[in-house]
């Protein structure tokens, strides 16, 4: 089995939890509407770009969707008035909002860095090496500073 469907029930549970896709420890959320630059624990850049977020927009109108057609269908087979009917739909979409708007950008980011771009999340980045390398250069330096002359 590949790693990342190995470890998709904890990242399922991190997405329900609204944690960070990468570390799924750090908070994705820091306000009702207001996602940290970054995650506090493994440093992951929740919004590399502006924009990034267009695409939770169509998941966010698709979760309105799932809710609002059952009710106005329900609502139009029991008779009730086209304007109850919008009244209600916009009631339930704007006390769900909240919800939407989190769990559609959880699922745009969790879709994106875990099955397309799991090179963003700091424990897959390339950076040991360079890290090892830029270690190694403060290592000789220093050796050379302290070296007798
Ligand atoms: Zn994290």
Redesign the pocket.
């Known amino acids: 089995m590949s790693p990342i469907l190995w470890r998709m029930p904890s990242k399922l549970k991190g997405m329900l939890l609204q ?8 908070r994705a959320f820091s306000g009702l509407f207001k996602m940290p630059e970054r ?6 850049r929740f919004e590399p770009e502006p924009g990034y977020f267009a695409g939770a927009l169509y998941i966010s109108y698709a979760m309105g969707l799932v809710f609002v057609i059952p009710l106005s269908l329900w609502m139009i087979h029991r008779d009730y008035s086209t304007a109850a009917v919008i009244f209600a739909c916009v009631g339930v979409l704007g006390a769900l909002s909240p919800l939407m708007f989190r769990y559609s950008r959880l699922i745009w980011i969790y879709f994106d860095v875990l099955l397309f771009d799991t090179r963003r ?2 424990e897959n980045r390339s950076a040991p090496s360079e890290n090892g390398d830029a270690s190694a250069r403060t290592r000789s330096k220093s050796a050379d500073a302290k070296a007798p002359r």
């Open positions: 944690l960070c896709p990468c570390c799924v420890k750090g995650c506090a624990v493994c440093g992951l999340c700091p």
